[in-house]
């Protein structure tokens, strides 16, 4: 094996663990997210949006999630400056390497910038920032660990992804406006929307939640989870001809897993309302959304 082979392997190696890490931080900011949403509070739904404005959770669930993220952020950003290092600091240097941990470099270390403000903070932006900061990093790390790609399925799979990033932005903003009890299914949702006028304020992610409107039953929040039902059909839609495009084209491994992530949240999206959104449902449905970005990443 020749050393640049070495390198090659080694850093396929420090990327796969980076996605591990990623994987328990995306896991970590979840639960701490939507634990200080109120999803899963004691004495539900009452509970829900009425720490809105108060200080972070002081909870001994979150206080230790908030531990642990910060330990796993600490060793994936130290990851990521070492692959940095293996494939720009060396000679001759790896380009297509390069570029994606310097990539990893920036997003790493923007999130470690926005996770200054991110305490306290009540504006939806925040939280949508730190997810798909998060799912981003998530989806480079998987790329980087996987072998040099095949030819990519182009435009389909740029669409998917994007899909996939919009409907993240959407799903952090329903929770973050705590506008998850607004409606239940979409015929619902599009009544309580009607009802209520259709106030399209909702999805401005710089508006602080709950400032003119009753909680937990934020019916005038309805617009939030309609729009993500909405495109959650053209999102399953996409994907499903995004993974037989796979198919056909001889990455099967790919379509294969696509049809099971897509099949899964499909599953998962309805039943977490059903079941009265349980916090363990939500983190799934979360992680499974990750995935999804991650193996698209590989085909683009």
């Not at 897509?262 to 999206?269: P, S």
Request: a positive charge; charged letters at 10%.
């Amino acid at each position: 094996m020749t050393p640049i082979d070495s390198r090659h392997r080694l850093l396929r190696r420090l990327a796969l663990v980076c996605t591990l890490l990623m994987l328990a931080t995306i896991g970590l900011s979840a639960y701490m997210r939507l634990s200080q949403a109120g999803i899963g509070c004691a004495d539900w739904p009452a509970c829900y949006g009425a720490r809105l404005g108060e200080p972070p959770s002081a909870d001994r669930g979150v206080v230790m999630a908030r531990l642990a993220h910060r330990v796993v952020a600490a060793a994936a950003l130290l990851l990521v400056m070492v692959m940095v290092m293996l494939s720009v600091a060396q000679r001759p240097r790896l380009v297509r390497e390069g570029w994606l941990s310097l990539a990893l470099l920036l997003l790493a270390l923007a999130l470690a910038g926005l996770g200054i403000v991110t305490p306290g903070a009540r504006v939806p932006a925040v939280a949508m920032g730190n997810l798909l900061g998060g799912f981003a990093m998530l989806a480079l790390c998987w790329r980087l660990a996987s072998p040099a790609p095949a030819p990519g399925l182009g435009r389909w799979a740029l669409a998917g992804l994007l899909l996939v990033a919009v409907q993240v932005a959407l799903g952090a903003l329903v929770s973050a406006s705590y506008s998850a009890l607004s409606c239940s299914g979409l015929v619902d949702c599009s009544q309580a929307a009607q009802v209520t006028g259709w106030d399209w304020r909702v999805l401005n992610p710089w508006r602080v939640p709950g400032a003119d409107t009753p909680l937990p039953l934020h019916r005038a929040g309805a617009p939030a989870p309609w729009a993500h039902r909405v495109l959650a059909l053209g999102v399953l839609a996409t994907l499903a001809g995004v993974a037989l495009l796979a198919w056909r084209r001889g990455r099967r491994a790919e379509g294969l897993a696509l049809i099971v992530l897509v099949l899964l949240q499909a599953v998962l999206g309805p039943l977490q309302v059903a079941a009265g959104f349980p916090l363990l449902l939500v983190l799934a449905h979360n992680l499974t959304a990750a995935a999804l970005l991650a193996v698209l990443a590989v085909l683009v």
